[in-house]
């Protein structure tokens, strides 16, 4: 009995097939790898090699044998990032133990990873990594440069290397809108040589602050601002009156994150409206600063001379009213009151000149009757007699 490389047995007068070895691992290179076939029994054995699997990068030469031989199989290097099998094919007709199948592995060539791709950071100063891996086979060295972004990205560590390795980045605060820095990364590596990764920077926040404009009215108060931001943590922020002395801030005129001001002002004896703006900052924003504005009214004032009480007014005749009034602007109403309630619109639209006539009709004799002067710009702005008149026949 005879027994070939793969331990089956076959009967002496029969040729029997063996290659040796049956399998081979070999490095990402050009590469030659021989093969050795002998006949383990008896007669003659003539037999042919064929690569089956790999055919784009493996030829073979030494085939066809007869008996005893050697077939070599040569491999083109391997320039991508996995390995390959190579698979060789030796039949004998008639010869026990045919077919025999041998491989060869042949491992990756050297590949440069970089990851992650893309690194997402805050507007804040801080600090980021990139893992670097030769994820084929050999030896890969490697070297880190920032390509763009230089003026607020920076490698402190981790430059270069050999196959696996970190690189560690500082950035700087962002004060404006998103940006985007680029580090390259070459090697000697055959596969893939050059990966570029980035660092995206969140665009800095806004500083916000509502309402953005107050208006107030001619006497003393206070009124309020509130203040936030559009994204992050940590803003500080701060306040001043830029102009109109008229007003004060009179809570804490510094805050970080969300907060709010208090702002005090005095009455406006004057009838003309006056401004003032305050003005609001922040290191930590993009678009500082941001300005509010106040407008105040002037004082105005509507005041009935007459008739004020006591007058006696003839239906049919004329009555004269009178009146008085500072700032006010537009014309006016004249409405007459009885007891306290409305009666009816005696006059509209007329102009704020202080005096008008009204020809006493469509009222019934008798007291308790007032009249009231009102602007039809600002109904709030009016004023009635101080005491009553009395209506006769």
Do not use: C
Request: avoid cysteine.
């Amino acid at each position: 009995m005879s027994a070939n490389a793969t331990g089956q047995n076959f009967a002496g007068s029969q040729a029997v097939l063996s290659v040796t070895p049956l399998s081979q691992d070999i490095g990402a290179g050009a590469a030659d790898v021989d093969f050795n076939v002998q006949n383990l029994g008896q007669g003659t054995m003539n037999w042919t090699a064929l690569v089956v699997l790999g055919t784009n990068w493996a030829t073979l030469s030494g085939s066809p044998g007869t008996n005893n031989g050697t077939f070599r199989v040569s491999l083109q290097a391997n320039n991508t990032g996995n390995s390959r099998e190579t698979t060789v094919r030796v039949s004998s007709t008639a010869a026990g133990g045919s077919p025999i199948d041998v491989s060869i592995t042949q491992a990756p060539a050297s590949n440069l990873s970089v990851t992650p791709p893309t690194r997402s950071v805050s507007f804040g100063a801080g600090n980021t990594t990139f893992s670097v891996a030769n994820s084929g086979g050999g030896t890969m060295n490697w070297n880190a440069t920032v390509l763009s972004g230089g003026d607020w990205l920076e490698i402190t560590s981790g430059d270069s290397g050999t196959d696996s390795g970190t690189i560690n980045l500082s950035f700087d605060k962002n004060t404006g809108a998103q940006r985007t820095g680029t580090v390259r990364v070459t090697s000697n590596a055959t596969a893939t040589s050059q990966v570029d990764v980035t660092v995206v920077q969140s665009p800095a926040p806004d500083l916000l602050v509502t309402p953005s404009h107050r208006d107030l009215t001619a006497g003393s108060g206070t009124t309020t601002f509130d203040v936030s931001f559009s994204g992050g943590t940590g803003n500080q922020w701060s306040a001043e009156v830029i102009s109109g002395n008229w007003l004060g801030i009179t809570s804490a005129e510094s805050g970080t994150d969300a907060g709010q001001i208090e702002v005090s002002y005095g009455s406006n004896s004057s009838d003309t409206p006056r401004n003032a703006t305050i003005r609001f900052t922040s290191p930590d924003v993009k678009n500082a600063p941001v300005d509010v504005t106040l407008t105040q009214n002037g004082f105005t004032s509507l005041k009935v001379v007459t008739p004020n009480g006591g007058e006696i007014v003839q239906i049919g005749k004329q009555l004269r009213i009178k009146w008085q009034s500072q700032g006010l602007t537009g014309t006016i109403r004249v409405e007459l009151f009885k007891n306290g309630s409305f009666k009816k619109t005696i006059l509209q639209g007329q102009l704020n000149d202080g005096k008008q006539r009204w020809r006493v009709d469509g009222v019934k004799k008798g007291t308790g009757y007032q009249v009231r002067v009102v602007s039809e710009s600002n109904g709030v702005i009016s004023d009635l007699s101080d005491s009553s008149f009395e209506i006769v026949k």
